[in-house]
């Protein structure tokens, strides 16, 4: 006979049979792993529990962290954030996914009919191509080569090539320019001892070249630094080198002058431009060059 009443007092277990006996240890064993069970249970909620908060206060943290950095950036142009479900029905802020997308900016270029012009317009965004070597000049880590691969048409230029990108500033003296890169901080320049390199401050005369039109072409030009008195020219494998005006090889510095299309496309409204200051005593210089310019030309003919 089986035994349904389990309180059975101690004292009276003796009456038991060894059947019963067995019986109710059987079920004492039975409520006694039910128990362990929901202990486990519990406690296993509470450790994912826990789990989740913890991922919830890191990614939290990481996000801060990368929106403190994205504050820093030049230019943030794409912010993804990615949230995941946590158990418990906790959610958890994955972290931010920062891009800086060179590859939207538009690919194809327009040719400047008027370099002199293009590139006097205060930041016109340009690009400078050698049409003989089918190459542009590029700024890359502060180094400046022509070492990008060959593009027989050069107005379809890979969205994501962006060193060859350069900013015009004008010189306060019509068809004399800065060419400053935004990305490297960077402004061309030019002299006999360095050859051409890049200035991270801007150096008047070591910077400041003068564009001379081709009459045989009015969509090239090359540029000209005064104070060196050299061409900024570029060899057939993209170096640079700078050529000087008794050297015969203009091959070397001819230049077509390519710009982005016009503001019309809203790219300038998505990214604007940001211009460097240009100090006062510069601007000073430039006047008293530009006096002396008038009194005694300089530009190459």
């Known amino acids: 006979m089986l035994i349904k009443d389990t309180d059975v007092d101690d004292e009276n277990e003796a009456l038991l049979s060894d059947e019963e006996k067995e019986e109710r240890s059987t079920q004492r064993r039975r409520t006694d792993n039910k128990k362990k069970d929901g202990e486990i249970v519990a406690k296993v909620a509470m450790g994912v529990g826990a789990v989740a908060g913890g991922a919830t206060s890191v990614c939290a943290a990481e996000g801060l962290l990368a929106g403190a950095v994205a504050a820093e950036a ?3 142009t794409a912010v993804g954030v990615a949230v995941a479900g946590a158990a418990l029905g906790g959610l958890a802020v994955a972290g931010a996914a920062l891009a800086w997308r060179h590859h939207t900016r538009p690919s194809n270029l327009h040719w400047c009919s008027n370099p002199t012009s293009a590139l006097d317009t205060q930041g016109t965004l340009v690009c400078l191509y050698n049409p003989i070597h089918c190459r542009f000049i590029r700024i890359l880590f502060s180094k400046v080569n022509g070492h990008g691969a060959v593009l027989t048409d050069p107005t379809q230029l890979p969205r994501h090539w962006t060193s060859e990108h350069l900013v015009a500033l004008s010189t306060g003296t019509f068809g004399e320019v800065y060419l400053y890169k935004p990305m490297d901080r960077s402004y061309l320049a030019l ?29 090239t030009m090359s540029l000209y630094n005064t104070k060196a008195q050299q061409y900024v020219g570029m060899k057939p494998d993209g170096t640079m080198a700078a050529i000087s005006d008794e050297d015969d090889e203009d091959e070397c510095i001819t230049f077509a002058v390519l710009c982005f299309p016009h503001k019309t496309d809203g790219y300038a409204k998505v990214h604007p431009l940001k211009i460097p200051h240009i100090p006062e005593t510069t601007k000073e210089q430039q006047q008293d060059d530009s006096t002396t310019a008038s009194e005694e030309p300089s530009t190459p003919q």
Not at 191 to 219: A, M
């Open 74 to 76: 030049f230019v943030v």
């Open 191 to 219: 002299s006999q001892s360095q050859g051409i390199y890049t200035q991270k401050r801007l150096v008047t005369e070591e910077c400041k070249f003068v564009v001379v039109p081709h009459d045989d072409d009015s969509q």
